[in-house]
């Protein structure tokens, strides 16, 4: 393999990896924010409020993205594989 396939692979997998994870992130973030919110006016301060919404809303986007999560993760191995057969 030459130096520009390696790039090229490396930069399609943090793409791949960015693009799978920001559905699940960007919904944590604003989960948080909203029960930091949510506490901040009423003043209570429960350590499970923080967590199991954060939990119900990443159950949520995998269950809704999963498929979609999983076809481009699928996408991206048949790709690394078909270079690393070509390579070789």
Known sequence: MEM??????????INVGMMVS?????????????VSVFQAITQVQEMTLTFVPK?????????LLGSWMLTTMVQFTVTCFQRAAGAG
Do not use: N
């Open 4 to 13: 520009g396939e390696v790039l090229d692979i490396s930069r399609l997998a």
């Open 55 to 63: 939990l119900l809303g990443v159950a949520a986007i995998v269950v």
């Open 22 to 34: 920001l559905p699940v992130l960007a919904m944590t973030l604003f989960v948080g924010i909203l």
